[in-house]
């Protein structure tokens, strides 16, 4: 059973950055086509980055030019670089297969970007 932890989510200033990485438990990671994705409070989840296992990147036109989606395989990680972050960046970030699968969501990581 594979398991995605979501980690280095917190408090930013607008026009801050943060990291955020994703642990795999298991190898899955350097196989499928994986993405970033965030839920704001009272909105639906979206995508906002993937990456596939060649190391193709695409993103949301909302992120594009700020936020940047890296892989490692050979950690079984992948990360987003978030940077100029405004205000509507606000959400829990996840990471999952693209298409997601159900039994891969984690519990998300915390990003809120206020002054």
């Known amino acids: 059973q594979v398991q995605l932890v979501e980690s280095g989510g917190g408090l930013v200033q607008p026009g801050g950055s943060l990291r955020l990485s994703c642990a795999a438990s298991?190898?899955?990671?350097?196989?499928?086509?994986m993405g970033w994705y965030r839920q704001a409070p009272g909105k639906q989840r979206e995508l906002v980055a993937v990456?596939?296992?060649?190391?193709?990147?695409n993103y949301a036109d909302s992120v594009k030019g700020r936020f940047t989606i890296s892989r490692n395989n050979a950690k079984n990680m992948v990360y987003l670089q978030m940077n100029s972050l405004r205000p509507e960046d606000t959400a829990v970030y996840y990471c999952?297969?693209?298409?997601?699968?159900?039994?891969?969501w984690g519990q998300g990581t915390q990003v809120t970007v206020s002054s």
């Open positions: 999952n297969a693209v298409p997601s699968l159900t039994a891969y």
């Open positions: 990456i596939t296992s060649g190391g193709s990147t």
């Open positions: 298991g190898r899955i990671l350097s196989i499928v086509t």
